[in-house]
Nanobody
Framework: QVQLVESGGGLVQAGASLSLSCAAS????????MGWFRQAPGKEREFVAA????????YYADSVKGRFTISRDNAKKMVYLAMNSLKPEDTAVYYC???????????????WGQGTQVTVSS
């Protein structure tokens, strides 16, 4: 099992940048796929980005491709999400997740953080 704690959320204006961090604990971290999801009020949790255990393969939702970058540091047991050119529609609670399969479904991930709020004002 992997324990996850997100940080770095906040309130920014449209067009700004923000970086999220996810601190992981547990020996299984280095073998796990890591991902970021988000959930806006009244909406289902949706996939944002994922990275393989080797940091070689990455997936992105079409809505964030070219603006967000996911990365990981296995030595530090950290996962990052760099967000640029933020839009009001990026407003959501962002969750860090760990899983066994490199996929885009919530069902591909079995460990979740508590989330960090990102609010983008217009």
């Amino acid at each position: 099992q992997v324990q996850l704690v997100e940080s770095g959320g906040g309130l920014v204006q449209a067009g700004a940048s923000l970086s999220l961090s996810c601190a992981a604990s547990g020996r299984a971290f280095v073998t796990r796929v890591m991902g970021w999801f988000r959930q806006a009020p009244g909406k289902e949790r949706e996939f944002v980005a994922a990275v393989s255990w080797s940091d070689i393969t990455t997936y992105y939702a079409d809505s964030v491709k070219g603006r967000f970058t996911i990365s990981r540091d296995n030595a530090k047991k950290m996962v990052y999400l760099a967000m640029n050119s933020l839009k009001p529609e990026d407003t959501a609670v962002y969750y860090c997740a760990a899983g066994r399969n490199l996929g885009k479904s919530v069902n591909d991930f079995d460990s979740w953080g508590q989330g960090t709020q990102v609010t983008v004002s217009s």
